[in-house]
């Protein structure tokens, strides 16, 4: 059996290297959504203590009259 090594072109490694970008930039975009995903779910849940609270003393000062 014969030995021998099969070289890439230059035309495929290009290809290879947009492929290797466009992957990069897409998972970039998935991290920033999500990151942006959280951010949007700490403000809800941020509003939602404080309404919680707010009711919480609304309803202790009903309760000393």
Excluded: P
Aim: charged share 25%.
């Amino acid at each position: 059996m014969a030995d021998y090594m099969t070289l890439m072109g230059a035309d495929d490694v290009r290809s290879a290297g947009n492929t290797m970008r466009e992957a990069a930039s897409t998972m970039c975009r998935a991290a920033s959504e999500i990151d942006y995903s959280l951010q949007q779910h700490q403000r809800f849940l941020d509003d939602w203590l404080q309404r919680f609270q707010a009711a919480l003393e609304v309803l202790k000062e009903v309760a000393n009259g």
